[in-house]
């Protein structure tokens, strides 16, 4: 088992930064993938990046690439950190992780943490 716990979201103006965390514990995972996905309200879940824990490889969706970079450190955790946010990036962030490579797919992920609200306002 993986255990996964968010940590960072808040209340932020447009155009501001904000970072999230994700601390995993649990099973040894450094050949996993883990991934953040995002929720607005009446939405469906959204993926926003990966990374691999080996090698570090990462993979942006085209609405947060070049605002949102991931990354991870040498004490499994993982960050997102969100710059120039618009108030359409309001949701609840949810971190993942899965085994294999990486993937956009929320299907493709096992362990999931109970999310962190990011609120954008205008």
């Known amino acids: 088992q993986v255990q996964l716990v968010e940590s960072g979201g808040g209340l932020v103006q447009a155009g501001g930064p904000l970072r999230l965390s994700c601390a995993a514990s649990?099973?040894?995972?450094?050949?996993?993938?883990m991934g953040w996905f995002r929720q607005a309200p009446g939405k469906e879940r959204e993926f926003v990046a990966a990374i691999s824990w080996i090698g570090g490889n990462t993979m942006t969706a085209d609405s947060v690439k070049g605002r949102f970079t991931i990354s991870r450190d040498t004490k499994n955790t993982m960050y997102l950190q969100m710059n120039s946010l618009k108030p359409e990036d309001t949701a609840v962030y949810y971190c993942?992780?899965?085994?294999?490579?990486?993937?956009?797919?929320?299907?493709?992920?096992?362990?999931w943490g109970q999310g962190t609200q990011a609120t954008v306002s205008s």
């Open positions: 649990g099973r040894t995972f450094s050949s996993y993938v």
């Open positions: 993942a992780a899965r085994g294999g490579g990486l993937s956009n797919n929320s299907r493709a992920y096992v362990y």
